[in-house]
C-alpha cells in the first residue's frame, strides 16, 4: 500500500488499515502500529516537530471517534446533541475548536420557480456564471458524512434556486437521516410552494425544519415580491394548507422569514396574520441589503420599527417567538441623515455606524460554516474561500483552519480592523453573534 505524507498507516493481523488524520501544522507522522497482544507504536519524525504534538493529533484524532460513536450510537438523541452542543460552548469559552461547527450550510443545485427581484443568487441568469461544475449527489452525500465525523448535526439545505426543486432531495434528506441516525437536524432554506410535493409525515420523521422565505402574509403582495413563473394563484394557498398541516403535526417546525423592504413595509399586520393562520411559532425578521431601489430610507426604517413594536405583545400573545428585541435598527442622526440623496447613501451610513465587532467577539467558527454548490469552502456566508471539498474532505479543510479562523474573528476587536475576507460591516451572521456573546458574558467562568 502506497502512503502519502498526510496518512496514518496501522498494521493489523489482516492487513493494512489507513486513516487520514488532521494536523494543525498541515504535516502528519506515520504510526506503524502493532498486532495481537502487543501495542507498539513507532513514530518517525521530521525535524521540525516534537512528540508532544504528534501525541496530541493521536489522542485528538480518538477522543473525537470516542465522541462520534457516543453520540450517534449509544445516547439517545436530545443527550447526545445536548452534549454536542455543551461541547461546542465550551470551545468558545476556551477558545479552542473540539468539534466542528454546529451548522453546516450547504448549497445543492436546483433551478427556481421564483423570479424575486432582490433575489441575490441571480438563478435566472442575468450574468450568472455559465458552466457552473455542481457537485453530484455522490459528491454532496460525502460532504455530509465528512460534516458528521466532526459531529455537525444541524444540516441546512440552501441552493442558488430553490432546494425543493433539486430531483434527489429525498435521497439526500435519508442519506443524512440514516448516516446520523436521526440524530441530525436538517434544515431547509425554501420559498415554500413546491412543499406540496412531500409528505408531512415524511418530513416530520426525517428530523426537518422549514426556514421559509415569505416577506408578505397578503396573497397579491406575496405575488408582487416572489412573481412566481407559473401557476401563481394556486401556489400561495397550496403553501398556506400544507403549513397548516405540518404545523399540527410537527410544531417548532417553521420559521417565516421576512426581508423587509419597500415592497412589503405596509403589509407587516399580514405576517402576523399568516404565522396565527398556520400555527407558525417562529417569525424573523431581516433588512433588505445591495438593492438601493428597494432599500428603506432613514424615515421608513424608524416607521418599520414603530409598526414591529406594536406587533411585539401581539406576537406574544399568541406564543410566536420573534427578533424583534434584537431587530436594532441604527438611528441615525439629522446630521448624519442630512445630504444623503438616496437609499444606498443612507445604508453606507448605517453600515459605518455599526460598531457590534469593536467591542465583541466573532463565533462563527463554532457555530456556521457554508460549502457552495461546487465545493467551495468559505470561511462564512461572505468569507474568504478556504479550500474545494473536491479536493479536500470537508472535516479536514475546516479542522486545518480552524485555528487560524479562531485567531482572527477573536481578536477583532483588538485588531481594530474586521477579519481578512469577511465583510463585519455587512455580516449575515451578526445576529448568531450577539446572541452567542449574550450567553457567554453569562457564564460564571
Known amino acids: 500500500m ?62 473525537r471517534k470516542l465522541l462520534f460513536t457516543l453520540v450517534i450510537y449509544v445516547l439517545p ?48 441568469g442575468k450574468g450568472a456564471p455559465k458552466n457552473r461544475q455542481t457537485l453530484s449527489f455522490e459528491e454532496l452525500t460525502a460532504q455530509v458524512d465528512s460534516a458528521l465525523e466532526i459531529l455537525c448535526l444541524n444540516i441546512n439545505l440552501v441552493s442558488t434556486g ?35 410535493k412531500f409528505s408531512p409525515e415524511y418530513f416530520r420523521d426525517r428530523n426537518v425544519v422549514l426556514w421559509l422565505s415569505l416577506h408578505s402574509g397578503l396573497e397579491e403582495n406575496w405575488k408582487s415580491i416572489h412573481m412566481p413563473l407559473s401557476q401563481a394563484d394556486e401556489k400561495f394557498s397550496r403553501m398556506r394548507e ?20 419597500k415592497q412589503n413595509q405596509d403589509y407587516l399586520d399580514s405576517i402576523l396574520a399568516f404565522a396565527r393562520e398556520t400555527r407558525s411559532r417562529d417569525v424573523f425578521f431581516g433588512r433588505l441589503y445591495g438593492f438601493p431601489h428597494l432599500q428603506l430610507s432613514a424615515s421608513e426604517e424608524k416607521s418599520v420599527l414603530e409598526k414591529l413594536l406594536r406587533l411585539e405583545p401581539s406576537f406574544k400573545d399568541l406564543g410566536i417567538r420573534t427578533n424583534v428585541a434584537n431587530f436594532k435598527f441604527v438611528a441615525i442622526s439629522q446630521d ?16 459605518s455606524s455599526r460598531d457590534f465587532y469593536k467591542s465583541h467577539d466573532c463565533y462563527i467558527t463554532w457555530l456556521f460554516s457554508t460549502v457552495d454548490d461546487t465545493g467551495q469552502l468559505l470561511a462564512c456566508g461572505k468569507g474568504r474561500l478556504i479550500g474545494n471539498t473536491r479536493q479536500t474532505p470537508y472535516e479536514e479543510l475546516f479542522l486545518r483552519e480552524s485555528p487560524k479562523l479562531i485567531e482572527d474573528t477573536t481578536n477583532i476587536s483588538k485588531r481594530g480592523t474586521s477579519v481578512p475576507g469577511c465583510h463585519c460591516l455587512d455580516c449575515p451572521h451578526i445576529q448568531m453573534n450577539v446572541t452567542a456573546n449574550k450567553y457567554l458574558r453569562l457564564a460564571p467562568f
Not at 242 to 261: D, G, K, M, Q
Open 242 to 261: 400544507w403549513l397548516i398541516w405540518y404545523n399540527r403535526i410537527a410544531p417548532e417546525s417553521v420559521t417565516l422569514h421576512n426581508v423587509i423592504s
Open 162 to 196: 430553490e432546494p425543493t426543486l433539486y430531483p434527489k432531495l429525498t435521497d439526500l434528506i435519508d442519506h443524512i437521516w440514516k448516516k446520523s441516525r436521526g440524530r441530525a437536524t436538517i434544515k431547509i432554506v425554501t420559498n415554500g410552494t413546491s412543499l406540496w
Open 2 to 63: 502506497e502512503s502519502s505524507p498526510n496518512d496514518y498507516l496501522a498494521t493489523s493481523p489482516n492487513g493494512f488499515m489507513k486513516i487520514r488524520l488532521i494536523d494543525p501544522f498541515d504535516r502528519l507522522t506515520h504510526l506503524p502500529c502493532l498486532t495481537n497482544s502487543k501495542f507498539f507504536i513507532l513514530m518517525i519524525f521530521d525535524n521540525r516537530y516534537c512528540l508532544f504534538s504528534s501525541l496530541r493529533i493521536l489522542v485528538s484524532f480518538y477522543m
Open 336 to 351: 448624519e441623515d442630512k445630504g444623503a440623496d438616496n437609499a444606498k447613501e443612507v445604508t453606507e451610513k448605517i453600515l
Open 77 to 124: 438523541r436530545p443527550l447526545g446533541r445536548a452534549v454536542v452542543g455543551g461541547l461546542t460552548f465550551l470551545g468558545m469559552l476556551s477558545k479552542k475548536q473540539f468539534l466542528g461547527p454546529r451548522n453546516l450550510q450547504m448549497a445543492i443545485p436546483s433551478g427556481c420557480d421564483h423570479a424575486c427581484e432582490f433575489c441575490i443568487t441571480d438563478i435566472h
